[in-house]
């Protein structure tokens, strides 16, 4: 059984930087691409940043682009969201997910399968 355990959210000011991690045990890391996913209050679950498994393709909402990077060590089964110039519009849970199927990128809720409990990231202007 696969399982993800986010860490790295917390209270900070616009402007300010944030790392998000996401330790996965179980499975074969490294043949998946993993995603970082954002809810707001009131809102639908968002796509935020992707990377493939072998780390060679990565993808970003344009909401983010320039200001986030995924990052991901296979050897420490681990998923990293680095978050630089944070907004309030970030404020939201943040997941990580593993997608289902063996693939360069995915960008969609149903294309993955694993998901993490979330941290919340909370930026105050």
């Known amino acids: 059984q696969v399982q993800l355990v986010e860490s790295g959210g917390g209270l900070v000011q616009a402007g300010d930087s944030l790392r998000l991690s996401c330790a996965a045990s179980?499975?074969?890391?490294?043949?998946?691409?993993m995603g970082w996913f954002r809810q707001a209050p009131g809102k639908e679950r968002e796509f935020v940043a992707v990377m493939s498994g072998s780390g060679g393709s990565t993808a970003y909402a344009d909401s983010v682009k320039g200001r986030f990077t995924i990052s991901r060590d296979n050897a420490k089964n681990t998923v990293y969201l680095q978050m630089n110039s944070l907004k309030p519009a970030d404020t939201a849970v943040y997941y990580c997910a593993r997608a289902k199927w063996r693939g360069p990128v995915a960008f969609e809720k149903y294309e993955y399968d694993y998901w993490g409990q979330g941290t919340q990231v909370t930026v105050s202007s």
């Open positions: 179980g499975g074969t890391f490294s043949i998946y691409a």
